[in-house]
């Protein structure tokens, strides 16, 4: 039987399905697709709802959900801590710098191993973390240039963002309305000014936490006391 959680993902890709994308975009990745028997794991094992916060991320990284699956789905991370481990095929068109592998990526992402790091590190078992939390991604598709770098959604030309932001912030609010959390939290800027447009009359308290990105400085400086500090700021104890 169908869970609503699954729903939202039959409409979201239903929706996505004619988007097109031009250069400098050269590939498209959708982990929904060929990596959907982990990600449906990951909701069985901890979507259930309600929720206390959900945390946002903006879209899969090349060496995370991008093959996993799993929002910052680092493999060591998910196969070990999270213990899903499943099947995963392959985009339609796979880019030499950014190939999938699945689960025999031997790639670290280090914004999902500081996540989940955090997360084992303070909570100890995914039972802990997930009856307070869940972590999900406002998009999922992962953008590749024609020389392997990445393109995020915010970089897109605005006549391929607009479409895209639509069909995102559907499928957003639908999962919030679903899982009822308190406090939905962007993990950096981008995600919480979407989640801002999407669930502009919903009655949940919006947020922020640094983005655990090495690419940003400040999550090179000690990224697990920074948002601790920023949650407490937020009114959640941890």
Known sequence: MQTEQEAIIDDLLDELK?????????????????????YVKYLQLYAKSPKEIVLIGMNPGPWGMAQTGVP??????????????????????????????????????????????????TFKTPTNFFSRFFVANYCPLMFIEAGGRNRTPNQLRAGERKPLLEICD??????????????????????????????????????RITHPSPANPKANRGWEALIEKEFVAMGIEL
């Not at 004619?18 to 028997?37: E, I, K, Q």
């Not at 280090?110 to 790091?117: F, T």
């Open 170 to 207: 559907r499928a957003l609010r639908r999962t919030i309305e679903l899982l009822a959390p308190r406090y939905v939290i962007g993990v950096g800027l981008f995600a919480k000014e979407r989640a801002r447009i999407a669930l502009s009359d919903i009655d949940v308290t919006l947020g």
């Open 72 to 121: 910052f789905g680092e493999v060591t991370a998910v196969r070990d801590w999270l213990n899903i481990e499943a099947p995963v095929g392959a985009p339609a068109q796979m880019h030499p710098k950014r190939p999938v592998t699945g689960f025999k990526c031997t790639r670290s992402e280090v914004s999902g191993r500081r996540l989940w790091g955090w997360a084992q590190k």
């Open 18 to 38: 004619p988007l097109r994308f031009d250069a400098p975009v050269s590939c498209v990745y959708n982990p929904l697709v060929y990596a959907r028997a982990s």
